[in-house]
T-cell receptor, first 114, second 110 residues
Framework: EPEVTQTPSHQVTQMGQEVILRCVPISNHLYFYWYRQILGQKVEFLVSFYNNEISEKSEIFDDQFSVERPDGSNFTLKIRSTKLEDSAMYFC????????????FGPGTRLLVL | QKEVEQDPGPLSVPEGAIVSLNCTYSNSAFQYFMWYRQYSRKGPELLMYTYSSGNKEDGRFTAQVDKSSKYISLFIRDSQPSDSATYLCAMKPGANNLFFGTGTRLTVIP
């Protein structure tokens, strides 16, 4: 069964460093998402991406964040200068079309900023 | 502001029990309601998906939506130890992004 994959599974970084989280969505999907979940808190929407551009973003997704689909398979989230409060689990999700079809989630990348 | 409230639990039940999980919300624009299951160190996995008010059944799982009360429920019949996980409600107004509850951690004791 097709699935969303994410790498790395864990990342530890120093405050102020840049990190890139990588996702490979399901191959025929067209809509891509990043969510984050701070330990003990809700899963929160960060950004959605379609047709090589951001379609929606939350207040969390400030200038420190960017997303990119550098090739036909990868979808990346970059945090330019990490803060302690960026420590969270980051989930990538993808969806086949623009309707209300379900989003399929990857297993997540646990980011720890020291 | 779009708000989804969910009792975080934890909830422990004996094997075979009926489990009831609930969420409330404040935004009447929500039209689509989902329940996700999340095992430890895994991403959310869709369990049930309903549109507007009503019931939907899938095996041992039943999802209910009461839009007049802004209240949704997930019932698990004949609960099994393999059902032990965190259950997340999520909802959205249309073909937009999901708003999640905090999740309820369920443990089914053999």
């Amino acid at each position: 069964e097709p699935e969303v994959t994410q790498t790395p599974s864990h990342q530890v970084t120093q405050m102020g460093q840049e990190v890139i989280l990588r996702c490979v969505p399901i191959s025929n999907h067209l809509y891509f998402y990043w969510y984050r979940q701070i330990l003990g808190q809700k899963v929160e929407f960060l950004v959605s991406f379609y047709n090589n551009e951001i379609s929606e973003k939350s207040e969390i997704f400030d200038d420190q964040f960017s997303v990119e689909r550098p090739d036909g398979s990868n979808f990346t989230l970059k945090i330019r200068s990490t803060k302690l409060e960026d420590s969270a689990m980051y989930f990538c999700a993808s969806k086949a079309s623009g309707g209300v079809e379900t989003q399929y989630f990857g297993p997540g990348t646990r980011l720890l900023v020291l | 502001q779009k708000e989804v409230e969910q009792d975080p639990g934890p909830l422990s039940v004996p094997e075979g029990a009926i489990v009831s999980l609930n969420c409330t919300y404040s935004n009447s624009a929500f039209q689509y309601f989902m329940w996700y299951r999340q095992y430890s160190r895994k991403g959310p996995e869709l369990l049930m998906y309903t549109y507007s008010s009503g019931n939907k059944e899938d095996g041992r799982f039943t999802a209910q939506v009461d839009k007049s009360s802004k209240y949704i429920s997930l019932f698990i019949r004949d609960s099994q130890p393999s059902d032990s996980a965190t259950y997340l409600c999520a909802m959205k107004p249309g073909a937009n992004n999901l708003f999640f509850g905090t999740g309820t951690r369920l443990t089914v004791i053999p």
